[in-house]
């Protein structure tokens, strides 16, 4: 990869998706976002071509949704968020409309929403501030409406809830340190509540565990450095 970052990285099927700011990949042009085969480690045609960078990525089937500070992707506007085909690399139907006042760090899917997460505060002309549920098939924000305080870095789904870390310290109506569960139902924030003394940018959650990474140094009321399980 040439001058730039990556900062997403979805795995396929032979093929690594990934995004970020740089504009080419081995001997390839290739800005923001690009499809790696996994046996060569060669760019494949698949070209979106964004015109601003790429920060997140998610893949369910032939879709992957990306996110990042563009407003132009697989030569259509989409403002901030977009379901991309794997097949072409053009985008698909699906559209929110713009993303306003920051980009869209996460995005994940389940079930019949994509869920999306930064330091916006208006999706689709509605105020959703830094998270927001989306409707997979008409791509209108739903009536869920957690509202953060500031940024949103990462998200992880577990059954009925949403887990989410980043720097606000407050979300789903209640103070909550840089981390939250939110229930998927209500928007509102669950009980779970063990604070990070810094921002969290990395989350992942099975049934038993919840594993979070960032720049703290203290989390869940212990002394953790940079990682922790919870």
Do not use: H, M
């Not at 979106?48 to 920060?55: D, F, S």
């Not at 089937?61 to 794997?86: D, E, H, K, P």
């Not at 940018?201 to 002394?223: E, K, L, P, R, T």
Request: charged share 10%; with cysteine; aromatic share 8%.
């Amino acid at each position: 990869v040439g001058a730039g970052s990556v900062q997403a990285i979805a795995l396929g099927t032979g093929v690594v998706y990934f995004g970020g700011t740089f504009s080419q990949v081995g001997v390839s042009g290739r800005s923001g976002i690009a499809a790696v085969a996994t046996d060569t480690g060669l760019p494949t045609t698949w070209n979106p071509a964004p015109n601003g960078p790429v920060t997140c990525l998610f893949l369910t089937g032939s879709t992957l949704y990306a996110g990042g500070g563009f407003v132009n992707i697989g030569g259509q506007l989409r403002l901030g968020v977009a379901a991309l085909s794997t097949a072409t690399g053009a985008a698909t139907a699906w559209d929110p409309g713009s993303v306003t006042g920051g980009f869209v760090r996460t995005v994940i899917r389940s079930g019949n929403t994509v869920y999306v997460a930064g330091g916006f505060l208006t999706v689709g002309g509605l105020q959703r501030a830094r998270l927001a549920a989306l409707d997979a098939t008409t791509a209108v924000p739903t009536a869920w409406r957690p509202e953060a305080s500031s940024t949103v870095n990462a998200l992880a789904i577990q059954g009925s809830r949403i887990y989410a870390g980043g720097s606000f310290l407050s979300l789903g109506g209640t103070a909550r340190n840089r981390l939250a569960a939110i229930d998927t139902r209500t928007g509102r924030a669950t009980s779970w509540n063990p604070g990070a003394n810094a921002s969290v940018f990395a989350i992942g959650a099975d049934s038993s565990a919840v594993f979070v990474g960032g720049n703290f140094n203290q989390c869940g009321g212990q002394a953790r450095k940079c990682i922790a399980k919870l």
